[in-house]
C-alpha cells in the first residue's frame, strides 16, 4: 500500500512542548506595537527568541516530511526519522484500543488524531500517533455493520460528572486559565476574580474569612471540574460490533474509541457513598489505551439504578458471581481504626496550632472542626466497605468487593487475565486467622485489587478450589 503522510497540522507538534513558552514574549508584546516606537523596541527584545522558533519550525517541517505511515485490514506501519530511519509495524490483532480525536482546530483544519495502544507499550504514552487527514481516518475505524447501539441519557452523564469531579484538579484548571488570561489581557482579569471571591466571603459572615475563601475556591473547583467532565463525556454512546466496542463522547473534542472486547483485563462496578445511598452504579472497563488520559473516564455504563441489561448486551461472556467469602466477624474495627484516629487526632492538632500561632487560633480551631467532615465520610466509606467486602469464583470468573479511598468496587475478572494471587499476614493478622488477598490483573499499571481481613483458611480453601 503506498506511504501517506501526516496532516500538515502535524508540523508544530514535533516541537517540544518546553520551547513553546518562547511564544509569550511575542504575544505579550502585542498591546506594546500601538505605542510610538513600540514595535521596533519589542523587536529588539524578542528576535532571538523568534528566530529560535522560526528554525525549530523548519527542522519540524523536515521531520514531518520523512514521517510516513501506511495501513491496511492486517497491520499498522510507520517510518520516521531524519538521520536514522525508524519503521514500526504493529499487527491490529494486536492493538487494545484505537482512539480517534478531532478537536475544534483540527475539525476547522479537516484534520484527525489517531492513536493505538497495545498492552506492551508506555502506560503513559500511546504506542502510535498520528496525525491524518478526516477522510483518511476513516481507515482505521471499524466498518459499519450493524450493532448493540446504547445511547445515554443527558441526567446520567450529569450525575457521573457531579460524582467523578475533583475539586482539587478544578482549582488547579482554574488558576491556569487566570494566570494565563492575566498574561494575554492583563492584570484586571485577575483582580476582577479576586474582588468576586472577597465580596462572597465576606457575604459568609458566620464563618471566618479565610475559611470562607477555602471553601469557595473548593466549591468553584469542583463545579470546575463537574463541567469540563460534562464537555468531555457528553454526547455519550456505545456500540458492540462483534469482538469491537466503540465508545462515542465529546462535545467540543469529539473522540471515538475502539476497544477490542477480548482486551478488555476486568470490569469494574464504582460507586462513591453518594452514589452507594442512592443505589446508583456506574460501569467502568480496563483495557490498554481507553482512558488512558487522566481527564477521560473509562465508562461504559453510566451512573444508573439497573445495568445488567446494559450489561448483558455489551458483555455477555462476562456475568458477576455470588461473593462466597467475607471479611471476619472483628474486623470491623480494623476498618475504622484510621477515621478514628484521624477524629481523635484533628482536635488536638486545632488547639496545638492555635497555642502556637494566637493570632490565628480561631481559624485553627474553625480548620480543625471543619475537617471533621471528611473524617466522618471515610468513617461512613469504611462501615459500608465492610459490609460488602468479599470474594467469589464461579465459571472461571473472579468477583472482588472492596474500597479503594473513598470509592467502593466490585471487579469481575476472567481468571485468563489473572496474572498473580497474594496472601498477606501481619503478626496481628495471624493471631486472629486472618489475611489480605491481593490479586494482581494484567493491565497497564501494577496496582492490585485488594481485599482485605478474610479469613485465612477460607481463602486457602477458596484458591485450592481454583
Not at 482539587?168 to 476574580?193: D, K, W, Y
Not at 483485563?265 to 490498554?288: G, K, S
Request: hydrophobic share 45%; glycine share 6%.
Amino acid at each position: 500500500m503506498k506511504a501517506r503522510w501526516e496532516h500538515p497540522a502535524a508540523i508544530p507538534g514535533h516541537i517540544p512542548y518546553y520551547y513553546l513558552l518562547l511564544l509569550l514574549p511575542l504575544l505579550r508584546g502585542v498591546r506594546y506595537v500601538r505605542l510610538p516606537n513600540g514595535f521596533p523596541r519589542w523587536l529588539r527584545g524578542t528576535w532571538f527568541d523568534e528566530a529560535v522558533i522560526a528554525s525549530l519550525l523548519v527542522l519540524s517541517a523536515v521531520a514531518w516530511s520523512k514521517r510516513t505511515y501506511d495501513v491496511n485490514e492486517h497491520r499498522l506501519r510507520l517510518c520516521r526519522g531524519i538521520f536514522w530511519q525508524r519503521t514500526t509495524r504493529i499487527p491490529l490483532r494486536w492493538v487494545t484500543t484505537l482512539t480517534v480525536e478531532r478537536p475544534l482546530w483540527l475539525r476547522l483544519l479537516r484534520a484527525a488524531r489517531v492513536s493505538a495502544d497495545t498492552d506492551g507499550g508506555n502506560h503513559r504514552l500511546a504506542d502510535v500517533r498520528l496525525t491524518v487527514w478526516r477522510r483518511q481516518a476513516a481507515l482505521f475505524l471499524p466498518d459499519s455493520e450493524r450493532g448493540v447501539y446504547l445511547r445515554a441519557k443527558t441526567w446520567r452523564m450529569v450525575l457521573l460528572s457531579l460524582l467523578s469531579s475533583d475539586s482539587f484538579g478544578g482549582v488547579l484548571l482554574l488558576t491556569a486559565a487566570v494566570r494565563q488570561s492575566s498574561v494575554l489581557l492583563g492584570e484586571s482579569i485577575r483582580n476582577t476574580v479576586m474582588d468576586n471571591l472577597e465580596a462572597a466571603a465576606d457575604a459568609m459572615a458566620a464563618i471566618p474569612r479565610t475559611a470562607a475563601l477555602l471553601i469557595l475556591v473548593l466549591a468553584v473547583g469542583w463545579l470546575t471540574g463537574t463541567v469540563r467532565h460534562l464537555l468531555r463525556h457528553l454526547p455519550f454512546a456505545l456500540c458492540r460490533r462483534e469482538d469491537t466496542l466503540t465508545v462515542y463522547m465529546g462535545t467540543i473534542t469529539k473522540r471515538i474509541h475502539c476497544c477490542a472486547v477480548g482486551a478488555v483485563n476486568y470490569i469494574d462496578i464504582r460507586q462513591t457513598l453518594a452514589a452507594h445511598i442512592l443505589r446508583l452504579y456506574t460501569v467502568y472497563i480496563n483495557c490498554t489505551g481507553y482512558g488512558k488520559d487522566k481527564n477521560t473516564l473509562a465508562v461504559v455504563i453510566p451512573p444508573c439504578r439497573r445495568f445488567r441489561e446494559e450489561w448483558q448486551l455489551l458483555f455477555p461472556h462476562l456475568r458477576p458471581c455470588t461473593v462466597t467469602l467475607r471479611p471476619a466477624k472483628r474486623a470491623w474495627l480494623r476498618y475504622l481504626r484510621l477515621p478514628l484516629l484521624l477524629l481523635l487526632l484533628l482536635p488536638i492538632a486545632g488547639q496545638a496550632a492555635g497555642w502556637a500561632f494566637p493570632v490565628w487560633r480561631e481559624l485553627a480551631v474553625y480548620l480543625s472542626i471543619l475537617a471533621v467532615l471528611p473524617c466522618l465520610w471515610l468513617g461512613a466509606v469504611r462501615m459500608v466497605a465492610y459490609h460488602v467486602t468479599g470474594v467469589g469464583y464461579q465459571e472461571g470468573q473472579y468477583s472482588l468487593c472492596y474500597a479503594h479511598r473513598l470509592t467502593l468496587h466490585r471487579v469481575t475478572v476472567p481468571a485468563e487475565k489473572v496474572a498473580a494471587v497474594h496472601i498477606r499476614r501481619s503478626l496481628w493478622q495471624r493471631r486472629r486467622g486472618v489475611c489480605d488477598l491481593w490479586v494482581y490483573s494484567h493491565h497497564e499499571f501494577r496496582r492490585p485489587h485488594k481485599v482485605r481481613h478474610l479469613k485465612y483458611d477460607e481463602v486457602k480453601q477458596l484458591l485450592k478450589e481454583v
